[in-house]
């Protein structure tokens, strides 16, 4: 290849690695997140139910 082609493929290649990086690291932190986190239906459970009231 020409070096003009070449630094256009190595440019390629780096986007390509930083793009797979980014996925892995996002899914990463996602899955870190919901297992550290509580969960919607567990936080709700533990709240106390709201008492209504009429104001007059």
């Known amino acids: 290849m020409r070096p003009n082609h070449q630094e256009f493929a190595d440019g390629v ?8 990086s980014a996925v892995l690291t996002a899914t990463v932190v996602i899955g870190a997140g919901r297992t550290l986190m509580p ?9 106390p139910a709201l008492t209504r009231i009429a104001l007059r």
């Open 13 to 20: 290649k780096l986007a390509a690695i930083a793009a797979v």
């Open 39 to 47: 969960q919607a239906e567990a936080v709700a459970a533990e709240q």
